[in-house]
């Protein structure tokens, strides 16, 4: 099956600074890439959707300036998180969805846990 | 709007058969998924129906009826390894996945 990959698997920083996280589809073209959080115990929640070559679609809530995604190229998007504070400490996983595929399953990269100090 | 119901926990018996129910309503539909995730990691791919009926992938089934707006994951000869969370999807008319909160699924020896 394809692969997506995440970089760092974890990182913990201080307050205020920046974080930035990678995804990449290594085996095949992921036209859209979601980004997503999940806090302990809760269900994924979809911060955006970036298409390559466009402005990322951000969810209700989720402030664009705080969390700056780009999606460069058809293999790599990256979310960096801006000012980072402690109520951002989550686990973010990326997804990247291959437009060759029969049905349009979203594979998911192993995940990034963020801790803000 | 749109929602997704799944049972927030289920308990079962090693070697047993457990049955994870799904309703979905979403803005057009695409196909409903069935994710597994264990604590601390990213969610895998289990399974994909889009046409009603069942599909049968080893242990785990999968079942539609897009009419009702079901689904249920079936797991057979349970393992210990099969205790994780349980997320069902439902892929919308935009193809963006419309997730549920997840079964967290307890087998017990």
């Known amino acids: 099956g394809a692969v997506v990959s995440q970089h760092p698997s974890w990182v913990i920083c201080k307050s205020g600074t920046s974080v930035k996280i990678e995804c990449r589809s290594l085996?095949?073209?992921?036209?859209?890439m979601f980004w997503y959080r999940q806090f302990p115990k809760q269900s994924l929640m979809l911060m955006a959707t970036?298409?390559?070559?466009?402005?990322?679609?951000?969810e209700q809530g989720v402030e664009k300036d705080k969390f700056l995604i780009n999606h460069a190229s058809l293999t790599l998007s990256t979310l960096t998180v801006t000012s980072a504070h402690p109520e951002d400490s989550s686990f973010y996983i990326c997804?990247?969805?291959?437009?060759?595929?029969?049905?349009?399953?979203?594979?998911f990269g192993p995940g990034t846990r963020l801790t803000v100090l | 709007g749109q929602n997704i119901d799944q049972p927030t926990e289920m308990t079962a018996t090693e070697g047993a058969i457990v049955q994870i129910n799904c309703t979905y309503q979403t803005s057009g539909f695409n196909g409903l998924f069935w994710y597994q995730q264990h604590a601390g990691e990213a969610p895998t791919f289990l399974s994909y129906?889009?046409l009603d009926g069942l599909e049968e992938k080893g242990r785990f089934s999968s079942f539609l009826s897009r009419s009702k707006g079901y689904s249920y994951l079936l797991l057979k000869e349970l393992q210990m390894k099969d205790s994780a969370s349980y997320l069902c999807?439902?892929?919308?008319?935009?193809?963006?996945?419309?997730w549920g909160a997840g079964t967290k699924l307890i087998i017990k020896p």
């Open positions: 085996d095949f073209q992921a036209t859209t």
């Open positions: 997804s990247a969805r291959d437009g060759g595929a029969d049905h349009n399953e979203q594979f």
């Open positions: 970036s298409n390559e070559g466009s402005k990322a679609t951000y």
């Open positions: 999807a439902s892929m919308d008319s935009n193809y963006q996945l419309i």
């Open positions: 129906n889009v």
